[in-house]
């Protein structure tokens, strides 16, 4: 009997172990739809030998032809899709359906048991203490930093004038520069040293040196955490005598890694391994995250001038002069921009699918969902849902005039219930921050004849073929 006979033996008893095994599980699961299966592989066949944008583009159309409830089902991995407002609802406002399923695994050797992927009272414990971090007296004090940035950022674009760039890159050294000045108090100048070795670890391919990157990373977050403790203690200030975390930060301009080094669980100072878990989740959070939405809300206002005029009067109403730094309290007032990044990311959400662990059967509108299933919540779909928003491919920041007509829990950009993004208000702040001074600074166009982006989701949006625009300085 050759090799491949065997082989094939081999699945076929693993198959219906399996079957055997998860009797209810399948049962439950038979009752969700989906799209044609293929015997042992399932849906695995839509997706091999295809690219990034390829497997988005058979997802969606899967969500259009089974939605709003339907499952992908692969060897060990099956995953149920969810855009249905009232079943998203009732998943992320439990307080028991908090788990990140085990599609997060793979960033645990860098990030840890941080607050993006911690459970139970690990996570209640860092929500509670990481929560002041982001009170709004902290947050005014990141505004500078944004702004110090922000001008870094638009020199370096002034040397493309004329010429079309992919702007992704560039917009990602700048939040690289301000995240970690606002998480470890440390001046990166990522923008104008891209060959530094922090940046390249950021931005090399972790397959092919993960674990040699990952130990640098750590080893650099590490040597600052070392430098800002040891700041601490000459200054007589430790986790034992310091102010209420609540006051600490108001005070004195503080990063977000000071508040961790002086706070307290259980009587006892966060351990080293526990701020480093915290720092580099923050790093990796408001990085990628905000780096996509600025770029598509880019994107967007170069395809509708009008829209541009409208964010550039709203900036020239609120600072007079264009070339006046905002304050916090600026960018609070800038009503409509905001609602223009709130159009782009319920088109383009930064994190267009999340998921949950189920760990118990969970009954909701009519579906049943099995034990340990994977329910994957999407923005994407959910926003572009002709149901939840009419004519859903227009463009039209009007939508958010009156967020009261926006069904509830069907624009979740940021997640919602317990485990939504804690820094939801920094990163508006900051893509308010940077964009009001990009529109303020330069004409930001498109040329007709270019693509629209190719879209594919990691666990950010992102396009195969970049942004493309050009920047005319105003004058």
């Known amino acids: 009997m050759n090799v491949l006979a065997l082989f094939l033996i081999f699945i076929v008893g693993v198959y219906f172990w399996y079957q055997k095994k998860y009797k209810r599980y399948n049962e439950l699961?038979?009752?969700?739809?989906?799209?044609?299966?293929?015997?042992?592989?399932?849906?695995?066949?839509?997706?091999?030998?295809?690219?990034?944008?390829?497997?988005?583009?058979?997802?969606?159309?899967?969500?259009?032809?089974?939605?709003?409830?339907?499952?992908?089902?692969?060897?060990?991995g099956d995953q149920i899709f969810v855009h249905d407002p009232k079943i998203v609802e009732e998943i992320l406002s439990s307080q028991k359906i908090i788990d990140k399923s085990m599609e997060y695994d793979f960033i645990i050797d860098w990030l840890g048991?941080?607050?993006?992927?911690?459970?139970?009272s690990k996570w209640h414990k860092r929500r509670k203490i990481i929560t002041p971090a982001f009170h709004f007296k902290i947050l005014d004090q990141f505004v500078d930093i944004m702004n110090k940035n922000g001008d870094v950022f638009v020199e370096k674009l002034k040397h493309f004038e004329g010429r079309e760039i992919n702007i992704y890159p560039l917009i990602s050294l700048y939040a690289l520069d301000v995240v970690c000045e606002s998480a470890m108090g440390y001046q990166l100048n990522a923008q104008t040293d891209e060959d530094s070795e922090?940046?390249?670890?950021?931005?090399?391919?972790?397959?092919?040196?993960?674990?040699?990157?990952?130990?640098?990373?750590?080893?650099?977050?590490?040597?600052?955490?070392f430098s800002r403790r040891e700041y601490w203690k000459s200054q007589g200030i430790n986790a034992s005598n310091a102010e209420n975390v609540d006051e600490i930060g108001m005070k004195k301009k503080t990063a977000f890694l000071d508040l961790l080094l002086q706070v307290q669980v259980?009587?006892?100072?966060?351990?080293?391994?526990?701020?480093r878990e915290?720092?580099?989740?923050?790093?990796?959070?408001a990085h990628d995250t905000t780096s996509s939405a600025i770029a598509f809300t880019l994107l967007n206002l170069a395809k509708f001038k009008d829209i541009q005029k409208q964010v550039l009067e709203e900036c020239e109403e609120i600072l007079g002069d264009l070339s006046q730094q905002p304050t916090m309290l600026d960018l609070n007032k800038m009503n409509y921009l905001e609602k223009v990044i709130k159009e782009t990311l319920r088109l383009y959400p930064s994190v267009p699918l999340f998921s949950r662990s189920l760990k118990s059967?969970?009954?909701?509108?009519?579906?049943?969902?099995?034990?340990?299933?994977?329910?994957v919540l999407s923005p994407y779909f959910m926003g572009r849902d002709e149901k939840l928003f009419p004519d859903p491919l227009k463009f039209d920041p009007s939508r958010f005039d009156d967020e009261k007509n926006i069904r509830l829990f069907s624009f979740v950009p940021f997640s919602a219930g317990p485990r939504n993004c804690i820094g939801q208000k920094y990163a508006m702040l900051e893509m308010k921050s940077i964009i009001s001074k990009l529109v303020r600074n330069f004409e930001i166009a498109i040329r007709k004849e270019n693509k629209e982006p190719q879209i594919y989701a990691q666990l950010t949006l992102q396009s195969t073929n970049g942004i493309n625009l050009s920047l005319k300085p105003r004058k």
């Not at 059967?361 to 329910?375: K, L, Q, R």
């Open 29 to 76: 699961m038979n009752k969700i739809p989906c799209a044609k299966t293929y015997p042992i592989f399932n849906h695995l066949m839509y997706f091999i030998n295809k690219k990034p944008a390829e497997i988005f583009t058979v997802l969606k159309e899967m969500a259009k032809d089974h939605g709003p409830v339907w499952k992908v089902l692969v060897p060990f």
């Open 278 to 285: 915290e720092v580099d989740t923050f790093m990796f959070e």
């Open 361 to 375: 059967e969970f009954i909701s509108n009519g579906y049943s969902f099995p034990e340990n299933s994977t329910v």
């Open 266 to 275: 259980n009587g006892q100072p966060l351990d080293n391994e526990g701020i």
């Open 198 to 225: 922090y940046v390249k670890a950021q931005f090399s391919s972790m397959y092919k040196r993960e674990k040699e990157l990952i130990k640098f990373l750590h080893n650099f977050t590490d040597s600052v955490i």
């Open 113 to 120: 048991t941080g607050l993006l992927i911690s459970t139970g």
